[in-house]
């Protein structure tokens, strides 16, 4: 997808043609939209093709008067809904007349960052636009993260009386999500700080002042990805062992139990050889035999409650 807006008056305003101070979107892009937008702005290819790739990494470039930023946004996971979220490049690529920004999700991820608040920017001031999108990029961040912790609490209330791994898996696939943000999060920072001290660009002191508002969310995200990350890795491994102790539990019952069926077993076994035994002519054998079973059952339960074997 292939969408140009311009501030006119004010306002963002779609127009149909590339010009001054207008901000390209180009949204899972084909070839040629590529090789338009290339070549309409002047831009290498590779600046526009590198974002496009699943696994490029968070990356600054400055060169012939042209700002290429690679950062790594947060998205749901639709693919493979086991693992919640991931993390996916966004490039954003600055010429002297244009702002640009391309991903290859199918979705217009830049807008849904943006929020809405792009049609109160101003696209001739395309560093600022930029800042913003880092800004809102944090943000998103921190509230993924908060969806993560009400998901991992959901889960542990499941956990609290469970003897399935199928929660531990959940949990594990929750720390890959947040593996991915603390490793994205720590790029873009690195990103975001060095263009905060790059002396190429001229940042104004509102763009500088707005960077180190990105930069102050963007370590409150690596901070509580963190703090979450630990809390997660020490919840498995505590429920781990409370799984494992549940077993037990349950182990430890049937064996009791077990041995108590034996004495019937037992006592049984014994009256059933073919051979006289005591009480063979008792009219009343049964009922002692049963009677005296019982009663050693009996006491072999209240033995095992007692030494807490049940």
Not at 86 to 98: D, E, M, N, S, W
Not at 158 to 179: A, D, F, T, Y
Request: proline fraction near 4%; aromatic fraction near 6%.
């Amino acid at each position: 997808m292939f969408t140009i807006h311009k501030t006119i008056d004010g306002v963002l305003t779609p127009v149909d043609h590339i010009e001054p101070d207008c901000w390209v979107n180009l949204s899972n892009p084909s070839d040629e939209e590529l090789r338009r937008a290339s070549v309409l702005l002047g831009i290498p290819l590779d600046y526009l093709t590198d974002p496009l790739d699943a696994d490029e990494r968070a990356r600054l470039e400055h060169e012939d008067g042209i700002l290429l930023l690679v950062i790594r946004v947060p998205m749901e996971n639709e693919a493979d809904a086991r693992v919640p979220y991931l993390t996916l490049p966004i490039g954003i690529v600055i010429t002297r007349t244009a702002v640009v920004t391309v991903c290859r999700s199918p979705r217009d991820i830049v807008a849904e960052l943006l929020n809405g608040r792009a049609r109160t920017m101003d696209t001739a001031r395309r560093l600022c636009l930029a800042i913003h999108l880092l800004q809102r990029t944090a943000i998103t961040y921190l509230n993924d993260l908060k969806d993560i912790n009400r998901r991992t609490a959901f889960i542990e209330q499941r956990l609290q009386q469970s003897m399935r791994n199928q929660e531990l898996i959940e949990l594990l696939n929750i720390e890959k999500s947040l593996v991915y943000f603390t490793t994205s999060l720590k790029a873009n920072d690195i990103i975001m700080e060095k263009l905060l001290r790059t002396r190429t660009l001229r940042i104004s002191e509102e763009e500088s002042d707005l960077l180190e508002d990105a930069i102050t969310e963007n370590r409150q995200a690596i901070g509580m990805t963190n703090i979450y990350s630990d809390i997660l890795s020490g919840t498995m491994d505590a429920f781990a062992s409370i799984i494992s102790n549940n077993m037990n539990t349950v182990m430890k019952f049937l064996t009791g139990f077990t041995i108590i069926l034996m004495i019937p077993n037992i006592i049984t076994g014994i009256y059933g050889m073919n051979i006289d035994t005591p009480l063979h002519d008792s009219p009343y054998a049964f009922g002692i035999v049963s009677g005296v079973t019982v009663g050693l059952c009996l006491v072999a339960w209240l033995v095992f409650i007692k030494k807490r074997w049940l």
